[in-house]
């Protein structure tokens, strides 16, 4: 069974950073894409960050210069480092790894239970 455990959301002002972070385990053969995505209340669910086997990263551009992914291959981990936080970041974070688990090489598409992040104006 597959599990992802998020942390490192919370309360913090304007121009703040926070570090989340995300790990899995559970029978995980192997990790192709780790991302970070968010929804805001009453908005869809959008692609913050994501991060390759061969950490070729994408951003959205509203957070482009501002937050950094990266990850940690050992670990089965994933990091957003949140920089130069804004009001308009706030919202709950999920983290998504893609990839192959257990003996037959299932799919593997799992999401983070979800930690939120509020920044105050």
């Known amino acids: 069974q597959v599990q992802l455990v998020e942390s490192g959301g919370g309360l913090v002002q304007a121009g703040g950073s926070l570090r989340l972070s995300c790990a899995a385990s559970g029978g995980i053969f192997s990790i192709d894409t780790m991302g970070w995505y968010r929804q805001a209340p009453g908005k869809q669910r959008e692609l913050v960050a994501g991060?390759?086997?061969?950490?070729?990263?994408n951003y959205a551009d509203s957070v482009k210069g501002r937050f950094t992914i990266s990850r940690d291959n050992a670990q089965n981990t994933v990091y957003l480092q949140m920089n130069s936080l804004k009001p308009e970041d706030t919202a709950v974070y999920y983290c998504n790894i893609r990839g192959t688990y257990g003996r037959s090489w299932l799919v593997l598409d799992a999401w983070g239970q979800g930690t939120l992040v509020t920044v105050s104006s």
């Open positions: 991060i390759t086997s061969s950490s070729t990263t």
